[in-house]
Antibody
Framework: QVQLQESGPGLVRPSETLSLTCSVS????????WNWIRQPVGKGLEWIGR???????NHNPSLNSRVTMSVDASTNKVFLDLRSVTAADTALYYC???????????WGQGTLVTVSS | SYEVTQPLSVSVALGQTARITCGGS??????LHWYQQRPGQAPVLVIY???NRPSGIPERFSGSNSGNTATLTITGAQAGDEADFFC?????????FGTGTKVTVL
């Protein structure tokens, strides 16, 4: 059974970089895409972007290229950096496995990130 | 950008049928997925590629997708089905979620 676990600081100051890690267990990270999705408390889901271990990636244009994602297949970890954060980036951040035909079939439990000074 | 719309809420009597719609331009031409999110929990995939149920998802969940509307049907709704439901599609390698529908079982 594939399991995903997000980790990172719960508090980030405005204008700084939000950095999160997704640790994957129970399966290989070497295939499929790994995605970041966020959800402001009480609101809907927003896709941030995805990365494939080959290096191929896509991100949500609404984030204006503030996003960098990477994969370390040797440690089964996926990383997210979101630069120049504002209060609007406060949300529950999820990592999830999936791509076009499969949907997001495995999700982490999410990690809450608050942007505040 | 691709816009995906859902009704804000749907109510259904216990044991009856709930239908949740998901609208978008020519959405029937896309692979569409549905997620259930119970309060305080991560979303769970309940339908993938329009009509397919992942292992462990009850048969009372079914999906269809044609034209400009996709529909998630819960046949014989249970109290435990109360949740938010989101549809999701891909458009030019970008994922878009619907606005979400809160399902209340009366």
């Amino acid at each position: 059974q594939v399991q995903l676990q997000e980790s990172g600081p719960g508090l980030v100051r405005p204008s700084e970089t939000l950095s999160l890690t997704c640790s994957v267990s129970g399966g290989s990270i070497r295939t499929l895409y790994w995605n970041w999705i966020r959800q402001p408390v009480g609101k809907g889901l927003e896709w941030i972007g995805r990365i494939h271990p080959s290096g191929s990636s896509n991100h949500n244009p609404s984030l204006n290229s503030r996003v960098t994602m990477s994969v370390d297949a040797s440690t089964n970890k996926v990383f997210l950096d979101l630069r120049s954060v504002t209060a609007a980036d406060t949300a529950l951040y999820y990592c999830a496995r999936g791509q076009e035909a499969s949907g997001f079939d495995y999700w982490g439990q999410g990690t809450l990130v608050t942007v505040s000074s | 950008s691709y816009e995906v719309t859902q009704p804000l809420s749907v109510s259904v009597a216990l044991g009856q049928t709930a239908r949740i719609t998901c609208g978008g331009s020519n959405i029937g031409s896309k692979d569409l997925h549905w997620y259930q999110q119970r309060p305080g929990q991560a979303p769970v995939l309940v339908i993938y590629r329009n009509t397919n149920r992942p292992s462990g998802i009850p048969e009372r969940f079914s999906g269809s997708n044609s034209g400009n509307t996709a529909t998630l049907t819960i046949t014989g709704a249970q109290a435990g089905d109360e949740a938010d439901f989101f549809c999701q599609v891909w458009d030019n390698s970008i994922a878009f979620f619907g606005t979400g529908t809160k399902v209340t079982v009366l």
